[in-house]
C-alpha cells in the first residue's frame, strides 16, 4: 500500500498546504502552521518527507516542512557528507600499513 494512502493531509483542503506569500507573516504563515499541525499528527510524516527529499524542489509543505526547510536540510546533508569524507581522507594519511616480519630462528 502507498504510504499516500494513509497520509491525514488526504482529509484536508490541499490548498492549506501550498499557502500563498511570504510564509513568514500573515495569513500565509499561519496557514503554514496548520498544515504543518496536520503533519505532525500524521502516521505516515516521515515517508512524506522522505519523498519530497528525494524529489527536489517541491513546492507546498511536505512531511512537516516548507520548500525553504527542505532545502536547507539537503544542503546541511550534503556539507556534512563532505566533511565525513575529508576527515576520512585525512585519517588516512595517519595509518601506516601493518607489515609484519616473520623470522625462524
Do not use: Y
Amino acid at each position: 500500500m502507498n504510504w499516500r494512502t494513509k497520509a491525514d493531509c488526504r482529509h484536508q483542503d490541499p490548498d492549506l498546504f501550498f499557502p500563498l506569500g511570504n510564509t513568514t507573516s500573515g495569513l500565509p504563515l499561519l496557514q503554514t502552521e496548520e498544515a504543518k499541525a496536520v503533519c505532525r499528527a500524521c502516521p505516515v510524516i516521515a515517508e512524506c518527507l522522505d519523498w519530497a527529499l528525494r524529489a527536489g524542489a517541491v513546492e507546498g509543505i511536505w512531511g512537516g516542512t516548507t520548500q525553504g526547510e527542505r532545502h536547507l536540510m539537503q544542503l546541511h546533508a550534503r556539507h556534512d557528507a563532505g566533511r565525513a569524507r575529508e576527515a576520512l581522507c585525512d585519517a588516512s594519511l595517519f595509518v601506516t600499513p601493518f607489515v609484519a616480519t616473520w623470522s625462524s630462528s
